[in-house]
Nanobody, 124 residues
Framework: QVALLESGGGLVQPGGSLRLSCAAS????????MGWFRQALGKERGFVAA????????TYADSVKGRFTISRDNAKNTGYLQMNSPNAEDTAVYYC?????????????????WGQGTQVTVSS
């Protein structure tokens, strides 16, 4: 099993930018798809973005499409979520996940590991 650790969360102003990182340790991170999910206070955890093992295919939730970018550096065993032009509705705890494939990960199925989460607060 792979262990995931998110970092980079914090307070960001609306319209600013923030980059989240997800460091993986354990079994080979590059063999698996990865995804980002988020959970706002009082809401269920929901899908944000997912990426295949190679980093060549991506999929996004409609709410973040065109603003957020998911990427990975397999040589560093690290995944990223670049958040541009965030707004108050993006405030949430963000979790990274490792999954069997892009399509399964995007639907939250067959998730092998979850990180502990990092808080992102968008406020002026």
């Amino acid at each position: 099993q792979v262990a995931l650790l998110e970092s980079g969360g914090g307070l960001v102003q609306p319209g600013g930018s923030l980059r989240l990182s997800c460091a993986a340790s354990g079994r080979n991170f590059s063999d698996y798809a990865m995804g980002w999910f988020r959970q706002a206070l009082g809401k269920e955890r929901g899908f944000v973005a997912a990426l295949n093992w190679k980093g060549s295919l991506t999929t996004y939730a409609d709410s973040v499409k065109g603003r957020f970018t998911i990427s990975r550096d397999n040589a560093k065993n690290t995944g990223y979520l670049q958040m541009n032009s965030p707004n108050a509705e993006d405030t949430a705890v963000y979790y990274c996940a490792e999954g069997a494939s892009l399509s399964l990960t995007a639907r939250g199925y067959e998730i092998g590991s979850w990180g502990q989460g990092t808080q992102v607060t968008v406020s002026s």
